[in-house]
Every structure is written in structure tokens, then in C-alpha cells.
């Protein structure tokens, strides 16, 4: 198994444009998390999606949506982006979403793709 | 509301000598913590959790809450070990999110 794999690896784009992310989860996975990690800080969490449903949310604007297919692949996407979107955003995938006592789920994060908004 | 604080950016020692990365978190039930790592070009990945009480490549981490930290240490570090590490708590709700620290650069020298 490759693990968790995100698409692309790099992007450029200029203000206001869209931007759609893609990451695919380890095989078995159904849950599916998104991070933005911006230069020197840690990773900051977005969404989470288990069996195609949200799960939680971070504190971004509604400009970030995503979603979760039947494969239980992601999308994240960003509309009208701002300079302040440059960041690495990562993807987790872990086997179920209820986080819940016992130790939690462990999360397997992707390699992540590097946005540069211009 | 929840916080994670890793004070060093940065911590330089030597081959052999021990290492301690400090973690103070703030929040107000029952934590749930871990330890995370990136070593150079590779992925971010989980290192220990403070549940399992186990010892990984040497390290260990024991969760004070008295102190609200929970500080990761290895008697003698190894050129290996050098790479970014993070400290991450599972935040309140039933799903699974982590919030992290800023991370700290451990830069073990021969």
C-alpha cells in the first residue's frame, strides 16, 4: 500500500482563482482529515469526513468546503483565495472517525500539497 | 480553550547526550496526547501516544497534569533522531481532531 496519497504536489495560483485538492485514504481507511500548515507553525485541522459525512470542523471561513466520495476519497476545495492561503495542506486517513477513548485513532498523514497563491 | 505550547523552535545537542522536548498543553478534561515526527523528506507520523505508555526508537513521554506538559525524552540521542517533531492533542467532540504545537527542530550533532 503507497499509504495516503495527496494530488498535486505543488500548485500556484493567483487571488480570487479556485483551487481543488485531492488526497486518497490507505485502503480500509473511511475517514479522511484535512490540515493546513502554514510556514513555522503546526499542522491547524479543517474538516474531517467519515462515510461521506462531516464529521467536524476547524475555525476556517466558509470559502473551505469539501467532501468525501463513495471510494472515500476527498476533495478539499478554496474559492476566492487569499495570499494568506499559502500553506501546505496535509490529508489523514485513519480507520473509523469517532476519535473516541482507547487511545483515539491513528492518523496517517499524506506527503501534502504545497499551495502558493500570488 | 485547547493549546498546545512547544517553547524551543530549536534544540541542538550533541550525539549521546540526553534530549528533552518540552510540550505544555492546556485543556480542560482528560487529555488525550501524542507525539508526532517528520523526519527530513519524509511524511508527518505518529510517534507515541501518551495511552499506550510505550517506548518508541528509545523515547518516552509521560503525561503530567499537574503541570499540564507532556515532555518527550531519550537518555542518549542519536544523529537519526535529528527531524521536526510535534506535540498534538486530541481536541473535545467525538471526531478526530488534533491540535498542534508549533513543532521543535531537534538537531543532534556527531
Known amino acids: 500500500d503507497a499509504g495516503v496519497t495527496q494530488s498535486p504536489t505543488h500548485l500556484i495560483k493567483t487571488r480570487g482563482q479556485h483551487v481543488t485538492l485531492r488526497c486518497s485514504p490507505i485502503?480500509?481507511?473511511?475517514?479522511v482529515s484535512w490540515y493546513q500548515q502554514v510556514l513555522g507553525q503546526g499542522p491547524q485541522f479543517i474538516f474531517q469526513y467519515y462515510e461521506k459525512e462531516e464529521r467536524g470542523r476547524g475555525n476556517f471561513p466558509d470559502r473551505f468546503s469539501a467532501r468525501q466520495f463513495p471510494n472515500y476519497s476527498s476533495e478539499l476545495n478554496v474559492n476566492a483565495l487569499l495570499l494568506g492561503d499559502s500553506a501546505l495542506y496535509l490529508c489523514?486517513?485513519?480507520?473509523?472517525?469517532?476519535?473516541?477513548?482507547?487511545?483515539?485513532?491513528?492518523?496517517?498523514f499524506g506527503p501534502g500539497t504545497r499551495l502558493l497563491v500570488l | 480553550a485547547q493549546r498546545v505550547t512547544q517553547p524551543e523552535k530549536l534544540l541542538s545537542v550533541f550525539k549521546g547526550a540526553p534530549v528533552e522536548l518540552k510540550c505544555n498543553y492546556s485543556?480542560?478534561?482528560?487529555?488525550?496526547l501524542f507525539w508526532y515526527v517528520q523526519y527530513s523528506r519524509q511524511r508527518l507520523q505518529l510517534l507515541l501516544r501518551h495511552i499506550s505508555r510505550e517506548s518508541i526508537k528509545g523515547f518516552t513521554a509521560d503525561l503530567n497534569k499537574g503541570e499540564t506538559s507532556f515532555h518527550l525524552k531519550k537518555p542518549f540521542a542519536q544523529e537519526e533522531d535529528s527531524a521536526m517533531y510535534y506535540c498534538a492533542l486530541k481536541g473535545p467532540g467525538g471526531y478526530n481532531k488534533l491540535i498542534f504545537g508549533a513543532g521543535t527542530r531537534l538537531a543532534v550533532h556527531p
Open positions: 485543556y480542560s478534561g482528560s487529555p488525550e
Open positions: 489523514a486517513s485513519s480507520l473509523a472517525g469517532s476519535g473516541g477513548r482507547g487511545g483515539g485513532e491513528t492518523q496517517y
Open positions: 485502503s480500509g481507511h473511511k475517514s
